[in-house]
């Protein structure tokens, strides 16, 4: 970059964040939704979904990209069923150590598989995690416990399930457990980002939908409710932080008007908070939000309408988020979008030096941004 990770610090106003330089990187040239992890020294993985170069079928890609190397390559492989319709959701994709990511693909026939990727090129062969995977929802996966956890959404008619399963180092299954409530739906599973072992799903309901929270350090995993919440939008985008002894969780929404919006909501002992807006119901589609924890503050990465009809454009906000006391203060959000005016699915991840990798998509393909935030609490 032209300028340095401390200036960029400094200049990053209060409650705030500010990019490395004024045009983000485009990181690859066919649009789709993508994910990035902090991994290694000073960078950061990259990984997406994306129509093939032949135009014949769909590929997943993966790439390293740090503020002071360019982007590097490191996978890319057709998907062996397209789906048949726009995706909403991204891949899978976890650190499992400096050197190594897990990446997760949903197909077009519904097939859920891993793979451990070392970023030097490598790849461990295929597992089969199941079919009937619903599309909607990006995987979870991470490494949790020393082992390598995965969890993703069933879709049938009957109705939406969340599954877990677990494996050692080398491929083997350890565990297999359905996190579904009795008599109860789940979908979007998600590692809280600043926790250790928590995944936070979701009963997604026309009026009050239920949160819950899951512990996987034993088997089976034990599941408490962590809050309700009301008036989340369908297919659900869910993106928790957990900061010291309270849990921030961003959703989409259903606002004024039947408008979408991104919500957010917090829990802490047997407080909780009223909704506030991290983007205001001022348009109609779907959204996206994506979340990273930092010390004492979290940063939050949305989707904001440019129109009120539904096929409006997107740009994307970045708040850093400060809980208070019996509340939460918001920054003033950054507007970032790619040189074509427009930017969706953002995600979000912090790397310990505390710079930020923000990923997301335009019409002509991937962009990436570097940020640094005031988010010392």
């Not at 089969?128 to 082992?147: N, V, Y």
């Not at 995965?150 to 350890?174: C, I, K, M």
């Not at 979408?260 to 829990?267: E, H, I, R, S």
Request: charged share 20%; aromatic share 6%; with cysteine.
């Amino acid at each position: 970059p032209a300028v340095s990770a401390e200036s960029v610090q400094a200049a990053a106003p209060e409650r705030g964040c500010a990019t490395f330089g004024e045009q983000p990187l485009r990181v690859w040239t066919r649009p789709g939704p993508a994910h990035v992890v902090a991994v290694g020294e000073d960078g950061f993985a990259l990984a997406g979904y994306a129509a093939n170069a032949a135009g014949d079928g769909e590929e997943v890609w993966l790439l390293t990209a740090s503020p002071t190397r360019a982007p590097r390559p490191v996978l890319r492989e057709d998907l062996p069923h397209a789906l048949s319709v726009p995706r909403v959701a991204g891949p899978g994709l976890g650190r499992m150590d400096d050197g190594h990511v897990g990446l997760v693909t949903l197909d077009g026939a519904a097939d859920a598989r891993f793979t451990i990727v070392q970023l030097g090129g490598r790849r461990a062969p295929w597992r089969e995690l199941g079919p009937h995977a619903d599309q909607r929802f990006a995987p979870a996966i991470g490494l949790r416990g020393g082992r390598h956890a995965v969890a993703w959404t069933e879709g049938t008619e009957e109705g939406q399930r969340v599954h877990y399963a677990a494996f050692d180092p080398t491929g083997r299954e350890l565990a297999r457990h359905d996190l579904t409530q009795e008599s109860m739906g789940a979908a979007a599973p998600v590692f809280a980002d600043g926790a250790t072992e928590d995944l936070i799903f979701i009963d997604p309901r026309e009026a009050t939908s239920v949160l819950y929270r899951a512990d996987l350090t034993t088997d089976p995993p034990p599941v408490e409710v962590l809050r309700p919440v009301s008036s989340v939008y369908d297919p659900a985008a869910l993106a928790p932080v957990v900061l010291g002894e309270r849990a921030l969780i961003g959703y989409t929404a259903v606002g004024m008007a039947a408008a979408t919006a991104v919500g957010l909501v917090w829990k802490e002992g047997e407080s909780a908070s009223a909704p506030q807006a991290l983007v205001p119901s001022e348009g109609y589609g779907a959204l996206h939000v994506s979340a990273a924890a930092a010390e004492g503050r979290a940063v939050f990465a949305a989707d904001h309408p440019k129109g009120r009809e539904r096929g409006a454009a997107r740009e994307v906000w970045v708040r850093v988020v400060e809980p208070t006391e019996g509340g939460a203060t918001l920054g003033e959000p950054l507007t970032l979008a790619a040189p074509d005016g427009t930017g969706r699915w953002a995600h979000l991840a912090r790397h310990p030096s505390g710079t930020y990798a923000l990923v997301f998509t335009a019409g002509d393909g991937v962009y990436l941004h570097f940020l640094r935030c005031d988010d010392a609490g």
